[in-house]
């Protein structure tokens, strides 16, 4: 299975400030379509996953614009432009590209 | 509005079984791919099982193969998780989820909770 590797594993982050994770698959993830399969998930406290971001930088319909995704081959960022208190939890990268799986999580908290 | 509500979460003893059940609202059910996803307590997520839109392709994680078996009923909405010889470390909360193409699942349920004791 490809392996997604995420850093840091926890992120002290600062209302207002910039945020950044990182996630990186042991081998590349572009699938024969052409097409990369990367997508962030966000799990706040309590609650099931939501999806933020599929193929690697396309944002989900309510999601705000400070968080953006990019990368390619087998390096992606989740960007936060400026942490809100609500972006507290725990964000996930997920290749779907062969058998989906799941990075660590990054816990970003306050 | 697009839902999935989940049931059938129990505790079980090692060696039981447990059927898991996810109904679908608010979208055309086969259209879709649908996955099951847990989570370990205090871990993190991992796939379980998916299927294809009208249940002849199916896929698993290698540590339930021949243990659980996934089906859907398209004509009642409904997406299945039959779970047999539960071992310990199949403890988490499950999660069914809705797949619109390589694995980036959109709609998830509320989750519900599998708890096996030994």
């Known amino acids: 299975d490809v392996v997604m590797t995420q850093s840091p594993l926890s992120l002290p982050v600062t209302p207002g400030q910039p945020a950044s994770i990182s996630c990186r698959s042991s081998q590349s993830i572009v699938h024969s379509d052409g097409s990369t399969y990367l997508h962030w998930f966000q799990q706040r406290p309590g609650q099931s996953p939501r999806r933020l971001i599929y193929k690697v930088s396309n944002r989900d319909s309510g999601v705000p614009d400070r968080f953006s995704g990019s990368g390619s081959g087998t390096d992606f960022t989740l960007k936060i432009s400026r942490v809100e208190a609500e972006d507290i939890g725990v964000y996930y990268c997920?290749?779907?590209?062969?058998?989906?799986?799941f990075g660590q999580g990054t816990k970003v908290e306050i | 509005e697009v839902q999935l509500v989940q049931s059938g979460g129990d505790l079980v003893q090692s060696g039981g079984s447990l059927r898991l059940s996810c109904i679908a609202s608010?979208?055309?059910?086969?259209?879709?791919?649908m996955t099951w996803v847990r989570q370990a307590p205090g871990k993190g997520l991992e796939f379980v099982t998916k299927t294809n839109q009208d249940g002849s392709g199916k896929h698993y994680m290698d540590s339930v193969k021949g243990r659980f078996t996934v089906s859907r009923d398209n004509a009642r909405n409904s997406l299945y998780l039959q779970m047999n010889n539960l071992r310990v470390d199949d403890t988490a909360v499950y999660y069914c989820?809705?797949?619109?193409?390589?694995?980036?699942?959109?709609?998830w349920g509320q989750g519900t909770m599998v708890t096996v004791s030994s």
């Open positions: 608010g979208f055309t059910f086969s259209n879709y791919w």
């Open positions: 997920l290749q779907g590209a062969n058998w989906p799986t």
């Open positions: 989820a809705r797949d619109p193409g390589f694995s980036a699942v959109d709609v």
